[in-house]
């Protein structure tokens, strides 16, 4: 049952990264290099909404912090980050957006950031264990770090707790409204 709940909730999800546009290369690069701000408009509005869900449900009870995978913060994540940013950056595509990609663009160039993005996943799973012996994820390791402090059982930012997410949510859906559609 959980297999097909993640295949609704994928498709679900790739819909909507078509229907807004975020699947085109083209209005990715667009809005990096912000002569089109619509995309990031909805990014923004979604992150904000889906913080305030998260702090409301939680501040009422009905969703448990158990039910997220938080993961350490680490050199590691930060060498990812910086590796995932330059690479979105350049080829205006993720994980999430380049499925969705298919139907706009060059198959040929889509299929390779899927299969070069699988390579790198398998590549990195066969170097895990270098790494970690170099000490890449001990490294600046701050343990399973939140922004807010939703849980007594993670270290936190802010000690500010579901309020201080719902006030991040509504700044983000906030400044969302407020940028306007096209910058330069």
């Known amino acids: ?22 699947a085109k290369r083209s209005n990715i690069r667009s809005m990096l290099r912000l002569e ?14 889906a913080s305030s869900l998260l702090a409301l449900t939680t501040w009422m009870g009905l969703f448990e912090l158990k039910h997220l995978s938080i993961k350490e913060m680490h050199a590691g994540v930060l060498l990812g980050g910086l590796i995932f940013g330059v690479g979105f950056g350049a ?31 398998w590549a990195f799973s066969l170097s895990y264990g270098w790494w970690q012996e170099q000490g890449l994820f ?3 390791n701050l343990g399973k770090l939140t922004l807010f402090q939703l849980s007594e059982a993670y270290p936190a930012v802010f000690v500010w707790g579901p309020e201080g997410l719902l006030f991040l949510g509504a700044l983000l859906m906030l400044t969302a409204w407020l940028i306007p559609k096209q910058f330069i």
Do not use: D
């Open 1 to 22: 049952m959980n297999i097909l709940l993640a295949v609704f909730l994928g498709g679900l999800f790739g819909y909507a990264l078509y229907t807004v546009g975020a």
């Open 36 to 49: 089109n701000l619509e995309l990031m408009k909805i990014i923004l509005f979604a992150i904000g909404f």
């Open 91 to 121: 080829l205006g595509g993720c994980p999430g957006t380049v499925l969705a990609a298919l139907p706009y663009t060059n198959k040929i160039k889509t299929l390779a950031m899927i299969f070069g993005g699988l390579f790198g996943a």
């Open 138 to 140: 001990a490294a600046w």
